[in-house]
């Protein structure tokens, strides 16, 4: 189990994440939501280990992250919000080079790299350099990068950014799958819909701060709103969105 | 004055005017440089440097003729002078062009840019060559803000100083601005014309290669080629092989025609100076009129995936997963990223051609030479040189962004970090050097002497890998540097400090050395116990240190004065 307790993140002062506790249970999927500029991210990097915390603790498995970084980072799996790779590798240098570096026996990751760019439909571009890759190619790389140590722990940022839909739907599914054999997903996205039909809870993050964090269904019931969309709107969002788009069209009219 | 400039710029086109600083920015590859949006900075050392060397030059100058009194000698000590003056402008011009390679050319970031904007594309043809026009011309006027005034004035020709000065001052200027055009106009019809005729991708490829290539020839020419600034050589018939073909010789004629001191018979290398200026500047500007008017649309049009190379993927192995992981990240990184690898030839090349004009003599006769101070030193300056530039090259990043997966996936202790940055660096620099002063013995003797030697440069270079590795706690190519690292200022001198204090004396106590059994035994044993030692103290320190990724600036100590 991932446990977040009072956890916050200040720059230069100013709070990004502002004492955020939530668990993430195995066998579980859970939605990680907010506006942007909300603390999504930032959150995330806390729990890779990329950025350090003002405050408050993380918990795997009942120890903390820190106490054994490296068998800590060993058991997880992360994609980023944005594709950043080494664009001046090809597909498959890059992968190899991710499990070189995370250890895994040369034939098995070499089996396992195969197989999945084969899966994911990039086995005819392997060799050729990711700088030319589509967006949608280097978050499947990244996604092959994260799962191919087999990790307990699964983070994935906006992991369907760029995915075309036969893609978009594998992933759905596979992360489904991934939680039914026990893993830990943790998943943040801005695509409600997906959120709704796919994680088991969501926690809600505004302004830094958390303002839900339950089952869909109960969030349901107890707002009285039939929809995550609704949910969202009534939690995270400030504006009205129809009189904003309005502002926007005067604008360049005027 | 100024404010004349200022209203003369202000009437320029606005767009013009925007483009021209953007690309002005843009002519030296900042990263290549590994100067951060210093433009300024980068220009002023860059300008310096250039001025030290026009002051030295005129030092030379003055001191030769002073010292050759009668005609004849002064004649070619003249003409040796004009002639090296000209070489290094041309050096000093091809070295900025390969710096500045694609520089004139929109590249892909360009077209996707401004074609979408309402700009004429002759307004971005004229900010580009403006914004290259600009530097060059710095890099001619510093280059002989003094040597290009006490030149034509100590060595004008005939009738009397002043007349000749007169006459030769607008001369030689116009043989230095018609030679650097010649190679910069060259180097550009080059380009322009290969990205016409090759698929993109091809030409893209068949680039980086061209840039080396230019960079190599410019500097083995300028090192190896024999000096012949006498009327004697230059009618010697087995000169004029290299009288036709080398462009310094037929600028050097140029400067020579137009100041009335070339005797008939060599006119023709004058004539070759004029024929390759008008052919040079006929190719750029039709290269570049085609590339404005076809390859922009080209470059729009073409594929953004790339089939990579089929068939054969071979993976060497350099140690555990880890040390082949870095070495091979290295070598790729080193091999396609384009600043990376001009910057590793920016170091390389001067060296080497330095170290084989060095070894012109004993490699030009057919029987084996004895083990000579020249072979010592050029091979030692061969292995520092690819060692500190490998070591600073490292420190250049190629993408700040990509870092976040090697920091999270950094399971093991920092001491085998250090080790696989070793490893790189020993396959990467030492090996291909060690391997490169092998070939060379081969034409040294006696055969024990050239063992002695190898085996020095080994311990050598390993020596120098260990002192490279002194707090660098960082994987190759990944961290982020501070602006204004690069000091030219302070390369240039070290090279002369290197060259002057470390590698002459070493290199005569070395030959000193290679027929006494006991200083030979002494030499590998200290070069063995000082690697030994720097192993240990590197790994021990590795063990309490942190990788890091991003350079932390020194703390700034400020006290505000108020006590007394």
Same mark, same amino acid.
């Given at each position: 189990?991932?446990?977040?307790?009072?956890?916050?993140?200040?720059?230069?002062?100013?709070?990004?994440?502002?004492?955020?506790?939530?668990?993430?249970?195995?066998?579980?999927?859970?939605?990680?939501?907010?506006?942007?500029?909300?603390?999504?991210?930032?959150?995330?990097?806390?729990?890779?280990?990329?950025?350090?915390?003002?405050?408050?603790?993380?918990?795997?498995?009942?120890?903390?992250?820190?106490?054994?970084?490296?068998?800590?980072?060993?058991?997880?799996?992360?994609?980023?919000?944005?594709?950043?790779?080494?664009?001046?590798?090809?597909?498959?240098?890059?992968?190899?080079? %991710? #499990?070189?570096?995370?250890? @895994?026996?040369?034939?098995?990751?070499?089996?396992?790299?195969? /197989?999945?760019?084969? !899966? $994911? =439909?990039?086995?005819?571009?392997?060799?050729?350099?990711?700088?030319?890759?589509?967006?949608?190619?280097?978050?499947?790389?990244?996604?092959?990068?994260?799962?191919?140590?087999?990790?307990?722990?699964?983070?994935?940022?906006?992991?369907?950014?760029?995915?075309? %839909? #036969?893609?978009?739907?594998? @992933?759905?599914?596979?992360?489904?799958?991934?939680?039914?054999? /026990?893993?830990?997903? !943790? $998943? =943040?996205?801005?695509?409600?819909?997906?959120?709704?039909?796919?994680?088991?809870?969501?926690?809600?993050?505004?302004?830094?701060?958390?303002?839900?964090?339950?089952?869909?269904?109960?969030?349901?019931?107890?707002?009285?709103?039939?929809?995550?969309?609704?949910?969202?709107?009534?939690?995270?969002?400030?504006?009205?969105?129809?009189?904003?788009?309005?502002?926007?069209?005067?604008?360049?009219?005027? | 004055?100024?404010?004349?400039?200022?209203?003369?710029?202000?009437?320029?086109?606005?767009?013009?005017?925007?483009?021209?600083?953007?690309?002005?920015?843009?002519?030296?590859?900042?990263?290549?440089?590994?100067?951060?949006?210093?433009?300024?900075?980068?220009?002023?050392?860059?300008?310096?440097?250039?001025?030290?060397?026009?002051?030295?030059?005129?030092?030379?100058?003055?001191?030769?003729?002073?010292?050759?009194?009668?005609?004849?000698?002064?004649?070619?000590?003249?003409?040796?002078?004009?002639?090296?003056?000209?070489?290094?402008?041309?050096?000093?011009?091809?070295?900025?062009?390969?710096?500045?390679?694609?520089?004139?050319?929109?590249?892909?970031?360009?077209?996707?840019?401004?074609?979408?904007?309402?700009?004429?594309?002759?307004?971005?043809?004229?900010?580009?060559?403006?914004?290259?026009?600009?530097?060059?011309?710095?890099?001619?006027?510093?280059?002989?803000?003094?040597?290009?005034?006490?030149?034509?004035?100590?060595?004008?020709?005939?009738?009397?100083?002043?007349?000749?000065?007169?006459?030769?001052?607008?001369?030689?200027?116009?043989?230095?601005?018609?030679?650097?055009?010649?190679?910069?106009?060259?180097?550009?019809?080059?380009?322009?014309?290969?990205?016409?005729?090759?698929?993109?991708?091809?030409?893209?490829?068949?680039?980086?290669?061209?840039?080396?290539?230019?960079?190599?020839?410019?500097?083995?020419?300028?090192?190896?080629?024999?000096?012949?600034?006498?009327?004697?050589?230059?009618?010697?018939?087995?000169?004029?092989?290299?009288?036709?073909?080398?462009?310094?010789?037929?600028?050097?004629?140029?400067?020579?025609?137009?100041?009335?001191?070339?005797?008939?018979?060599?006119?023709?290398?004058?004539?070759?100076?004029?024929?390759?200026?008008?052919?040079?500047?006929?190719?750029?500007?039709?290269?570049?009129?085609?590339?404005?008017?076809?390859?922009?649309?080209?470059?729009?049009?073409?594929?953004?995936?790339?089939?990579?190379?089929?068939?054969?993927?071979?993976?060497?192995?350099?140690?555990?997963?880890?040390?082949?992981?870095?070495?091979?990240?290295?070598?790729?990184?080193?091999?396609?990223?384009?600043?990376?690898?001009?910057?590793?030839?920016?170091?390389?090349?001067?060296?080497?051609?330095?170290?084989?004009?060095?070894?012109?003599?004993?490699?030009?006769?057919?029987?084996?030479?004895?083990?000579?101070?020249?072979?010592?030193?050029?091979?030692?300056?061969?292995?520092?040189?690819?060692?500190?530039?490998?070591?600073?090259?490292?420190?250049?990043?190629?993408?700040?962004?990509?870092?976040?997966?090697?920091?999270?996936?950094?399971?093991?202790?920092?001491?085998?970090?250090?080790?696989?940055?070793?490893?790189?660096?020993?396959?990467?620099?030492?090996?291909?050097?060690?391997?490169?002063?092998?070939?060379?013995?081969?034409?040294?003797?006696?055969?024990?002497?050239?063992?002695?030697?190898?085996?020095?440069?080994?311990?050598?270079?390993?020596?120098?890998?260990?002192?490279?590795?002194?707090?660098?706690?960082?994987?190759?190519?990944?961290?982020?540097?501070?602006?204004?690292?690069?000091?030219?200022?302070?390369?240039?001198?070290?090279?002369?400090?290197?060259?002057?204090?470390?590698?002459?004396?070493?290199?005569?106590?070395?030959?000193?050395?290679?027929?006494?059994?006991?200083?030979?035994?002494?030499?590998?044993?200290?070069?063995?116990?000082?690697?030994?030692?720097?192993?240990?103290?590197?790994?021990?320190?590795?063990?309490?240190?942190?990788?890091?990724?991003?350079?932390?600036?020194?703390?700034?100590?400020?006290?505000?004065?108020?006590?007394?």
């Amino acid at each position: 189990m991932l446990e977040l307790h009072n956890v916050s993140k200040r720059f230069s002062g100013i709070p990004a994440v502002d004492d955020v506790s939530f668990c993430a249970r195995p066998g579980e999927v859970t939605g990680y939501l907010g506006p942007n500029g909300s603390g999504k991210s930032t959150t995330m990097k806390m729990i890779t280990g990329l950025i350090e915390k003002s405050a408050g603790h993380i918990f795997f498995e009942g120890k903390p992250i820190e106490g054994n970084l490296i068998a800590y980072k060993r058991r997880m799996g992360y994609v980023p919000e944005e594709p950043y790779l080494y664009t001046h590798l090809s597909g498959t240098e890059y992968l190899t080079m %991710v #499990a070189q570096l995370r250890d @895994l026996p040369a034939k098995q990751s070499s089996e396992r790299i195969d /197989g999945m760019l084969r !899966l $994911f =439909s990039l086995h005819g571009d392997r060799h050729a350099s990711i700088s030319g890759y589509s967006k949608g190619m280097r978050q499947k790389v990244l996604l092959i990068a994260a799962l191919m140590h087999n990790p307990q722990l699964i983070l994935l940022d906006e992991p369907f950014s760029g995915l075309d %839909v #036969a893609s978009s739907l594998v @992933l759905r599914s596979l992360i489904q799958e991934l939680a039914r054999r /026990g893993k830990v997903v !943790l $998943f =943040s996205s801005h695509e409600l819909d997906t959120v709704e039909r796919i994680c088991n809870r969501v926690v809600i993050l505004h302004h830094g701060k958390l303002v839900a964090d339950d089952s869909i269904e109960r969030l349901r019931s107890l707002m009285e709103l039939p929809t995550l969309e609704q949910i969202f709107s009534q939690l995270a969002v400030e504006q009205d969105t129809d009189s904003m788009a309005r502002q926007i069209a005067n604008l360049i009219h005027a | 004055m100024p404010e004349l400039m200022e209203k003369l710029i202000a009437r320029l086109p606005l767009d013009f005017r925007v483009l021209y600083s953007q690309f002005l920015m843009r002519v030296i590859d900042l990263e290549t440089l590994s100067i951060q949006a210093d433009v300024v900075g980068f220009l002023g050392q860059f300008a310096g440097v250039l001025f030290m060397l026009s002051l030295l030059h005129s030092l030379v100058t003055y001191i030769g003729y002073l010292t050759f009194s009668v005609p004849a000698e002064r004649l070619a000590w003249g003409w040796h002078m004009e002639h090296y003056l000209i070489a290094t402008m041309m050096l000093v011009i091809g070295t900025f062009t390969v710096v500045s390679w694609d520089a004139t050319f929109p590249d892909r970031r360009d077209v996707m840019i401004l074609s979408p904007l309402p700009v004429a594309p002759r307004t971005i043809l004229l900010a580009k060559i403006s914004a290259s026009a600009a530097v060059m011309g710095l890099a001619i006027l510093t280059l002989n803000a003094a040597s290009g005034l006490i030149l034509p004035a100590l060595l004008g020709a005939q009738p009397g100083p002043a007349w000749g000065f007169f006459q030769s001052f607008p001369a030689w200027w116009f043989t230095l601005i018609a030679a650097s055009a010649f190679l910069y106009f060259s180097i550009l019809t080059i380009q322009g014309f290969t990205a016409l005729l090759l698929p993109r991708r091809i030409f893209l490829r068949l680039s980086a290669f061209l840039q080396l290539a230019a960079f190599g020839l410019f500097l083995g020419v300028y090192f190896v080629q024999p000096s012949l600034t006498d009327p004697v050589s230059m009618a010697d018939p087995a000169s004029q092989w290299i009288l036709a073909s080398s462009p310094s010789y037929w600028f050097f004629a140029l400067f020579n025609r137009l100041n009335g001191s070339l005797p008939a018979q060599f006119a023709w290398i004058a004539t070759r100076a004029w024929i390759g200026l008008g052919v040079a500047v006929l190719g750029a500007a039709s290269s570049l009129l085609l590339c404005y008017l076809h390859t922009m649309k080209k470059t729009v049009e073409e594929p953004d995936l790339v089939p990579g190379a089929g068939g054969f993927h071979w993976t060497p192995s350099f140690g555990n997963s880890l040390q082949t992981a870095i070495a091979l990240f290295s070598i790729r990184s080193l091999a396609r990223s384009r600043q990376h690898r001009v910057a590793f030839a920016f170091y390389l090349a001067f060296v080497f051609g330095l170290a084989f004009s060095l070894l012109r003599g004993e490699l030009a006769t057919p029987a084996p030479a004895p083990v000579s101070m020249d072979f010592l030193i050029s091979t030692f300056l061969m292995m520092f040189f690819a060692v500190a530039g490998l070591r600073t090259v490292f420190s250049l990043p190629i993408s700040l962004t990509a870092n976040w997966v090697l920091r999270t996936t950094q399971l093991r202790p920092s001491e085998n970090y250090v080790a696989a940055t070793r490893r790189s660096l020993l396959v990467l620099a030492v090996v291909p050097v060690w391997l490169m002063a092998l070939g060379l013995s081969l034409r040294f003797r006696p055969i024990q002497h050239v063992a002695i030697h190898l085996a020095i440069l080994a311990l050598l270079g390993w020596l120098l890998v260990e002192i490279c590795l002194i707090g660098f706690y960082k994987v190759p190519f990944t961290c982020s540097y501070l602006p204004g690292k690069a000091n030219i200022q302070l390369i240039f001198w070290g090279f002369v400090i290197v060259m002057i204090a470390f590698v002459i004396p070493c290199a005569e106590f070395e030959l000193s050395a290679l027929g006494v059994p006991f200083k030979v035994v002494f030499m590998l044993c200290f070069l063995g116990a000082a690697v030994w030692a720097l192993w240990i103290l590197n790994g021990y320190r590795a063990e309490s240190a942190v990788i890091y990724f991003e350079e932390i600036p020194d703390q700034v100590i400020t006290t505000l004065g108020l006590t007394t």
